[in-house]
C-alpha cells in the first residue's frame, strides 16, 4: 500500500512543508515513547531509534524525525530520558523545566494528525494543529513564549477553526488566524459582513492585504505573527522602539531618531543560520523602527511625515557608508506589550484598555514567584486553558496614568480606523499591528469601515469587546470600586527572599533579556 502526503498549498511559510514524502508500508507504523528512568522498552527497534537531546536544537531534531517516520509509515521509538524532569532549573535563560510531558503531548498530537491523513493530502487545519501544538509545548513551563500567524484563503475551512472550543482550549489558542486579501477583485467582493460575524462570535481572524504590500514589495508572502511586518518566505523580523512621548529633549528627537535607525541597522547585519534567510535579508534589509504609545502624546500626520524623513534618510546613508543595500522598508508600529510597561506607556497604536482594568500574567505552579504572588494576596485562580492544573493565572488591579484620558472607552469606531490610516500613510512603510474594538451591534458600521479602509491598510484585526469565547483575557476593564478594593488586598511586603529564586542566570553579571 503507498501513500502519498503532503501538505496544502494554503501555507506557503510553513516549514513543515518540506516533509511531503512518499510511504511504503503494510503494517500499520507506531510512535512509541521511552524513559528510561520509569522504564525500559522490552522490544527495542532497531531502526529509526532516536535519544532526544535536552536542548533546543535537540527537541527540533527528534519532532523532524518523528514527523518524517509519520509521513514515510515507518515505526520509531523516541527515547526522552535526556530531558530533565520537570522542576529543574534552566541556568542560562532562566525558569524551570516543564519536564518532558509537554514534548511528549507534541510528539503524539503530530502523529496522530499525520497518521490520520494517511492517502490524502494534509489539510489547512491539519496544518494549523500540528503548529499550535507546538506553540503549546513551546509556551510550556511558562517560561518561552509562543508567537504563530496562520494564513490562508477566504473560503478555507481554517476560517472557522476557533469554532471548535475543545480544540481552541487545548492549543488552538496559540495561533493567530488571519485570511490573506490577494486581489483588487477580492477585496472589492469580500464578505464584509459575514467577516465581522465570525469575529463577535470567535475573535478570529484578522485581514492581510497582500494587494497593498505587493505593490512596495511584490515577493511578500505573509506577515509576521503579530502582523506589522508584510514578509517574504522565510524573512525576519527586526524591530526596535522609538517612545516619543518619553522624549525628554536634552537630546533633539532627530539625533534620538538617527542614533536607534542605526542601531537597528547593525542589527540587521547580524549573520543568520539558515541560508536562505540570510540571502532574503540581504536582499531586502527590511528594518521594523517602531512608534510608540501614540496615543500618549498629540500629533499630527505632519509630525509623522517629519519622524519618518528622520529615519529614512538615516537608513539610506548609514546603509551606503556600510556597503549594504539601502533597506526596502524601514518603519511600522509594533503591539509593544513588555517594552511599553517598562516606559510606561501605552501599547503601540492603541488607547489604554480601560481607566482601571485587570493585567493578568500566567505562571506555573513551580515558579517561586508564584508562591511569592499568592502571599501577596494577588488575585489568582487556575488557567481555565491548562487542563492539566500546572498553571495560575494572576491579576493585578492597574490604572492608566490619566484616567480622564483617551481609552477604548470613549473612542469611537471611525477614530480608531482614521488613526491607523493616518500612521499607516504618514509613518509607516511596514504594516501596523493594530487590533480595533468594537461593540457586536456595531457590525454593522465596522463592516462599513472595513470596506472604505481596508484597500488602504495592510493588515488589520480585530475583537469584540463583548466576545465569550476567551475568558482570562490579558487586559480586561474593571470598575475604579473593584480597582481600589483589590489594591487594599495586596501585602506590599511579601517579597522573594535571598536564594529562593536563585537560577544562576545571572552568575556572569548579565542577566539574559526575555
Given at each position: 500500500e503507498i501513500y502519498t502526503?503532503?501538505?496544502?498549498?494554503?501555507?506557503?511559510?510553513?516549514?513543515?512543508?518540506?516533509?511531503?514524502?512518499?510511504?511504503?508500508?503494510?503494517?500499520?507504523?507506531?510512535?512509541?515513547?521511552?524513559?528510561?528512568?520509569?522504564?525500559?522498552?522490552?522490544?527495542?527497534?532497531?531502526?529509526?531509534?532516536?535519544?532526544?537531546?535536552?536542548?533546543?536544537?535537540?527537541?527540533?531534531?527528534?519532532?523532524?524525525?518523528?514527523?518524517?517516520?509519520?509521513?514515510?509509515?515507518?515505526?520509531?521509538?523516541?527515547?526522552?530520558?535526556l530531558i530533565r524532569p520537570k522542576g529543574a532549573p534552566i541556568k542560562t535563560f532562566g525558569g524551570v523545566a516543564s519536564g518532558p510531558q509537554p514534548y511528549v503531548d507534541l510528539l503524539k498530537a503530530a502523529w496522530e494528525i499525520v497518521r490520520n491523513a494517511a492517502g490524502r493530502h494534509l489539510t489547512t487545519l491539519d496544518a494549523l494543529d500540528i503548529v499550535t501544538h507546538i506553540g503549546k509545548c513551546v509556551k510550556s513551563g511558562n517560561?518561552?513564549?509562543?508567537?504563530?500567524?496562520?494564513?490562508?484563503?477566504?473560503?478555507?475551512?481554517?476560517?472557522?477553526?476557533?469554532?471548535?472550543?475543545?480544540?481552541?482550549?487545548?492549543?488552538?489558542?496559540?495561533?493567530?488566524?488571519t485570511i490573506n486579501l490577494c486581489s483588487e477583485e477580492q477585496i472589492e467582493t469580500f464578505d464584509w459582513k459575514g467577516f465581522v460575524d465570525l469575529n463577535v462570535s470567535y475573535g478570529d481572524p484578522g485581514l492581510n492585504n497582500l494587494v497593498l504590500g505587493r505593490r512596495q514589495d511584490p515577493l511578500i508572502e505573509g506577515l509576521n505573527p503579530c502582523g506589522e511586518l508584510q514578509l517574504r518566505?522565510?524573512?525576519?523580523?527586526?524591530?526596535?522602539?522609538?517612545?516619543?512621548?518619553?522624549?525628554?529633549?536634552?537630546?533633539?528627537?532627530?539625533?534620538i531618531f538617527q542614533?536607534?535607525?542605526?542601531?537597528?541597522?547593525?542589527?540587521?547585519?547580524?549573520?543568520?543560520?539558515?541560508?536562505?534567510?540570510?540571502?532574503?535579508?540581504?536582499?531586502?534589509?527590511?528594518?521594523?523602527?517602531?512608534?510608540?504609545?501614540?496615543?500618549?502624546?498629540?500629533?499630527?500626520?505632519?509630525d509623522?511625515?517629519?519622524?519618518?524623513?528622520?529615519?529614512?534618510?538615516?537608513?539610506?546613508?548609514?546603509?551606503?557608508?556600510?556597503?549594504?543595500?539601502?533597506?526596502?522598508?524601514?518603519?511600522?508600529?509594533k503591539p509593544s506589550g513588555t517594552v511599553s510597561l517598562l516606559c510606561d506607556s501605552n501599547a503601540g497604536i492603541h488607547a489604554a484598555i480601560a481607566p482601571y482594568y485587570w493585567r493578568r500574567i500566567r505562571l506555573d505552579k513551580a515558579e517561586p514567584m508564584a508562591e511569592e504572588l499568592q502571599k501577596a494576596n494577588i488575585?489568582?485562580?487556575?488557567?481555565?486553558?491548562?487542563k492539566t492544573g500546572n498553571t495560575l493565572c494572576f491579576a493585578f488591579p492597574s490604572k492608566t496614568k490619566n484616567t480622564d484620558g483617551l481609552t477604548e472607552q470613549n473612542q469611537t469606531l471611525r477614530q480608531q480606523f482614521q488613526r491607523?490610516?493616518?500612521?499607516?500613510?504618514?509613518?509607516?512603510?511596514?504594516?501596523?499591528?493594530?487590533?480595533?474594538?468594537?461593540?457586536?451591534?456595531?457590525?454593522?458600521?465596522?463592516?462599513?469601515?472595513?470596506?472604505?479602509?481596508?484597500?488602504?491598510?495592510?493588515?488589520?484585526?480585530?475583537?469584540?469587546?463583548?466576545?465569550?469565547?476567551?475568558?482570562?483575557?490579558?487586559?480586561?476593564?474593571?470598575?475604579?470600586?473593584?480597582?481600589?478594593?483589590?489594591?487594599?488586598?495586596?501585602?506590599?511586603?511579601?517579597h522573594l527572599t535571598p536564594g529562593e529564586a536563585d537560577i544562576q542566570e545571572c552568575e556572569k553579571g548579565v542577566c539574559p533579556v526575555r
Open positions: 502526503l503532503s501538505l496544502h498549498d494554503a501555507l506557503p511559510i510553513s516549514s513543515l512543508q518540506r516533509l511531503g514524502v512518499v510511504a511504503k508500508r503494510a503494517a500499520p507504523p507506531t510512535l512509541e515513547i521511552i524513559d528510561k528512568r520509569i522504564a525500559v522498552s522490552p522490544n527495542p527497534i532497531k531502526v529509526n531509534y532516536f535519544t532526544i537531546p535536552d536542548t533546543r536544537e535537540g527537541w527540533s531534531w527528534g519532532f523532524f524525525q518523528m514527523m518524517q517516520c509519520a509521513f514515510a509509515g515507518e515505526s520509531c521509538q523516541i527515547d526522552v530520558s517560561v518561552r513564549r509562543s508567537a504563530i500567524m496562520v494564513l490562508f484563503g477566504a473560503d478555507d475551512e481554517a476560517v472557522r477553526a476557533k469554532a471548535d472550543i475543545e480544540k481552541l482550549y487545548t492549543h488552538r489558542h496559540t495561533s493567530n488566524n518566505n522565510k524573512e525576519s523580523c527586526n524591530l526596535v522602539e522609538f517612545f516619543p512621548a518619553r522624549f525628554n529633549y536634552k537630546i533633539q528627537p532627530k539625533r542614533l536607534l535607525t542605526r542601531y537597528g541597522l547593525r542589527q540587521r547585519l547580524l549573520k543568520f543560520r539558515d541560508q536562505e534567510t540570510e540571502t532574503i535579508k540581504k536582499q531586502t534589509m527590511r528594518l521594523g523602527m517602531s512608534l510608540g504609545g501614540i496615543c500618549d502624546f498629540a500629533w499630527t500626520r505632519d509623522l511625515k517629519t519622524f519618518y524623513h528622520y529615519v529614512r534618510q538615516e537608513a539610506d546613508e548609514y546603509a551606503t557608508t556600510l556597503g549594504v543595500r539601502l533597506p526596502i522598508a524601514v518603519t511600522t508600529v488575585h489568582c485562580e487556575p488557567d481555565v486553558y491548562d491607523q490610516l493616518n500612521v499607516q500613510e504618514s509613518w509607516a512603510d511596514n504594516a501596523i499591528s493594530c487590533t480595533l474594538k468594537f461593540k457586536p451591534e456595531q457590525r454593522g458600521e465596522m463592516a462599513a469601515l472595513l470596506k472604505k479602509y481596508m484597500p488602504r491598510l495592510k493588515s488589520v484585526s480585530m475583537l469584540a469587546d463583548s466576545c465569550g469565547t476567551y475568558e482570562q483575557l490579558p487586559l480586561e476593564p474593571i470598575s475604579k470600586e473593584t480597582y481600589e478594593k483589590e489594591v487594599a488586598k495586596i501585602n506590599n511586603s511579601a
